[in-house]
């Protein structure tokens, strides 16, 4: 098994939003406290507060400059990036 390092994981969050690395019981939260995102269709940038697990599905909470608070639902990753 491949070792996921620190390069490998910018790589995945430039490309999509990527809440986990790893498999199984290994698997392990990537994004954390004031991460940056961008919401694609919008360009509006968000930082990261805090990544819950709601119903065995992750949903990231966070705040845009004004600091709105919003809730990213699972299903809605694909429209964000990590910066």
Not at 11 to 19: D, G, I, R
Not at 22 to 36: C, E, L, T
Not at 56 to 83: N, T
């Amino acid at each position: 098994m491949k070792k996921v390092t620190a390069h490998d994981i910018q790589q995945m969050m430039q490309e999509k939003l990527e809440v986990f690395a790893g498999k199984g019981n290994k698997k392990k939260i990537i994004v954390s406290k004031n991460f940056k995102i961008v919401h694609l269709p919008s360009g509006f940038t968000y930082t990261v507060d805090d990544v819950r697990i709601v119903n065995g599905k992750p949903v990231i909470i966070a705040h845009s400059g004004d600091g709105e608070p919003i809730r990213i639902q699972s299903e809605e990753f694909k429209q964000y990036k990590g910066l």
